[in-house]
Protein backbone atom coordinates (compact mmCIF):
# COMPACT_ATOMS: atom_id res chain seq x y z
CA UNK A 1 0.00 0.00 0.00
CA UNK A 2 2.42 2.67 1.47
CA UNK A 3 6.14 2.25 0.34
CA UNK A 4 9.26 4.29 2.58
CA UNK A 5 10.77 6.26 0.09
CA UNK A 6 14.53 6.46 0.84
CA UNK A 7 15.63 9.35 -1.23
CA UNK A 8 13.74 11.66 1.39
CA UNK A 9 15.51 10.58 3.98
CA UNK A 10 19.40 12.58 4.60
CA UNK A 11 21.54 13.15 7.48
CA UNK A 12 22.41 16.59 8.48
CA UNK A 13 22.91 18.78 10.89
CA UNK A 14 20.11 19.64 13.99
CA UNK A 15 19.39 23.21 12.45
CA UNK A 16 18.71 21.21 9.03
CA UNK A 17 16.21 19.03 11.12
CA UNK A 18 14.40 22.12 12.86
CA UNK A 19 13.73 23.64 8.98
CA UNK A 20 12.40 20.13 7.63
CA UNK A 21 8.65 19.85 7.62
CA UNK A 22 6.75 17.15 9.40
CA UNK A 23 4.25 16.54 6.40
CA UNK A 24 4.10 17.56 3.16
CA UNK A 25 2.25 19.63 2.03
CA UNK A 26 1.07 18.36 -0.93
CA UNK A 27 -1.07 15.25 1.09
CA UNK A 28 -4.68 16.29 2.40
CA UNK A 29 -5.57 15.96 5.91
CA UNK A 30 -7.22 12.98 5.21
CA UNK A 31 -4.44 11.69 3.21
CA UNK A 32 -2.13 12.38 6.09
CA UNK A 33 -4.86 10.16 8.48
CA UNK A 34 -5.05 7.48 6.59
CA UNK A 35 -1.02 7.47 6.60
CA UNK A 36 -1.14 7.47 10.55
CA UNK A 37 -3.56 4.72 10.60
CA UNK A 38 -1.63 2.72 8.42
CA UNK A 39 1.41 3.22 10.59
CA UNK A 40 -0.50 2.68 13.37
CA UNK A 41 -1.53 -0.42 12.03
CA UNK A 42 2.02 -1.77 11.44
CA UNK A 43 3.19 -1.34 14.74
CA UNK A 44 0.63 -2.83 16.69
CA UNK A 45 -0.17 -5.71 14.21
CA UNK A 46 -3.50 -4.42 13.68
CA UNK A 47 -5.71 -5.80 10.41
CA UNK A 48 -6.71 -2.49 8.08
CA UNK A 49 -9.92 -3.64 7.56
CA UNK A 50 -11.16 -4.83 10.70
CA UNK A 51 -9.88 -3.00 13.51
CA UNK A 52 -10.71 -4.54 16.91
CA UNK A 53 -14.14 -3.49 18.66
CA UNK A 54 -14.04 -1.23 21.71
CA UNK A 55 -15.01 -3.03 25.08
CA UNK A 56 -18.21 -1.46 25.65
CA UNK A 57 -18.39 -3.29 29.30
CA UNK A 58 -15.90 -0.88 30.50
CA UNK A 59 -17.29 2.40 30.09
CA UNK A 60 -21.19 3.68 31.53
CA UNK A 61 -22.59 6.83 30.71
CA UNK A 62 -23.78 8.81 33.28
CA UNK A 63 -26.32 11.98 32.79
CA UNK A 64 -25.12 14.91 34.88
CA UNK A 65 -27.32 16.79 36.70
CA UNK A 66 -27.17 20.72 36.58
Excluded at 4 to 27: H, L, P
Amino acid sequence: MYKFDKTKVSYGSFEEAEKAKRFNNEDTLSERLQQAWYLTCMAYGIDLNDPPKMEKKLFSVRKHLQ
